[in-house]
């Protein structure tokens, strides 16, 4: 091993033992104490292994904004939202899930079957989801997990699988989930998880992480070749965009940063400075994405990422609870949004499956994708043609800095967020 590979090691070693500690990262201040879980073992992750996609408050890069937001003397959502981050209700009213009345009066998300995908085993993932539902009035889910670690444990991902789950369950608590914990984040450990998911026969699967693009991943194909799921995933962190975000058979999910009114409602979001974004080096841009508006920004061949964006700046992220750091976490990033529109999707394949309409798919050669859904939403001249489904963004850098956010679809937050209860009557409403 050469001494850069050694150094690099020996750095991840001592950041996972900082977060373990619980000296690295942000705490709330109203955290729940309880005894932490003693680890057995630590996975030392290589340059090519899948990384969550998660950021703590203290870890958030500064919001750039545009001279539009300067000249209208407009605050960063970080300083007008508290420091305890949003609350599940502040998620769902902001984007309108609140409203939402699901077929039968059952909960929402009821009798679709979710997979999340993470990484190493977490023994407390169902007490700590109790724990945080009985905090914010919610049923907690019934996990149904399925360990492929034995013992081996990860606080890094001990604190992602837990904002997997509580932020579906805030989203779609009627939903059967199942966790797929993979033995390491090696790509083949993860790619077994990935397959494990798929031959359970879930209607969604939710990866909320990300890998460096690699010359071969379009191999890779077979791996979301399921045309009866709804494949989601995180655009990354930092720069460029992420595989298996960047596959055009998977919603690929960016970040914004949100500002709310008293009344919580979403006044305008801007994008996420350090949310991934850009176009992918090696996947060719899909049919869906063959579109005026979308050629108008990305004047290469290639899939441009993300699809979508939600709310993922830390100072205004989801509150998680996690026992084996000790408590209550403020939690940003490409996690929290991809966990947050995979709850939206099966909001929408709830009431396609009332209706007796097929589960949505997003492999891109499917007769109805998903994501020709989402694009059919933009006009020929950029612009959203339903705006009471989209939220455009129009302020802000991602990819850390390197793409403007602009009116119509852009390369930071691609289509925006969403209005989810109009998304849903849309969704209902598609072949």
């Known amino acids: 091993m050469n001494q850069s590979a050694t150094w690099l090691r020996s750095a991840v070693c001592v950041a996972v033992c900082l977060v373990a500690t619980g000296l690295y990262g942000c705490k709330s201040d109203n955290s729940d104490q309880e005894e932490p879980v003693q680890e057995d073992a630590e996975y030392v992750p290589a340059a090519d292994d899948f990384q969550h996609a998660y950021v703590l408050a203290t870890d958030d890069a ?7 937001r300067q000249s209208m003397s407009l605050q960063s959502s970080a300083s007008s939202t508290s420091s305890g981050g949003w609350t599940p209700q502040q998620f769902l009213t902001a984007y309108n899930v609140n409203t939402v009345v699901a077929p039968n009066n059952k909960p929402l998300g009821y009798g679709i079957k979710v997979a999340i995908i993470t990484a190493y085993h977490y023994s407390n993932l169902q007490n700590d989801l109790n ?3 009985s905090k914010y009035s919610q049923k907690p889910i019934t ?6 670690a034995g013992n081996i444990t990860n606080s890094n991902w001990a604190l992602q699988s837990c904002l997997a789950v509580q932020m579906l369950n805030a989203v779609a608590p009627g939903a059967t989930v199942y966790v797929i914990e993979a033995k390491s984040v090696s790509q083949k450990d993860m790619q077994t998880a990935i397959q494990t998911a798929a ?18 991943e379009g191999s890779l194909a077979h791996l979301f070749a399921n045309t009866q799921i709804a494949w989601i995933a995180a655009s990354g962190t930092g720069a460029g965009p992420t595989f298996p975000g960047t596959s055009p058979d998977v919603v690929a ?21 350090d949310s991934a974004a850009g176009m992918s080096i090696y996947e060719r841009m899909p049919n869906y994405q063959m579109i005026p508006s979308v050629q108008n ?3 290469t061949a290639f899939r441009s990422v993300p699809d979508v964006a939600f709310n993922a700046n830390p100072g205004s992220g989801a509150q998680v609870y996690v026992s084996i750091l000790g408590g209550y976490f403020v939690v940003g990033g490409n996690s929290v949004s991809t966990s947050f529109f995979t709850g939206v999707v099966a909001i929408a394949n709830q009431f396609r499956k009332s209706q007796s309409k097929p589960m949505l798919s997003s492999i ?3 007769s109805n994708p998903l994501q020709r859904s989402l694009y059919g939403l933009m006009s020929s001249n950029g612009g959203p043609t339903n705006s009471t489904v989209l939220n455009d963004v129009v302020d802000g850098y991602a990819g850390e800095g390197s793409y403007l956010a602009e009116p119509g679809y852009d390369i930071a937050t691609g289509l925006g967020s969403l209005d989810v209860a109009a998304f849903v009557n849309y969704m209902a409403n598609q072949p």
């Open 62 to 68: 500064p919001v750039e904004t545009s001279s539009f």
């Open 131 to 133: 724990k945080w539902a």
């Open 143 to 148: 996990l149904n997990i399925i360990n492929q």
């Open 199 to 216: 031959n359970i026969g879930v209607n969604i699967i939710s990866m909320p992480f990300g890998a460096p693009e690699f010359s071969t």
């Open 253 to 273: 999910v960016g970040g914004t940063s949100p500002s709310l009114s008293a009344s919580l409602v979403l006044l305008f979001e801007t994008a996420l400075a």
């Open 297 to 299: 920004a990305n004047t």
């Open 364 to 366: 891109s050669t499917s």
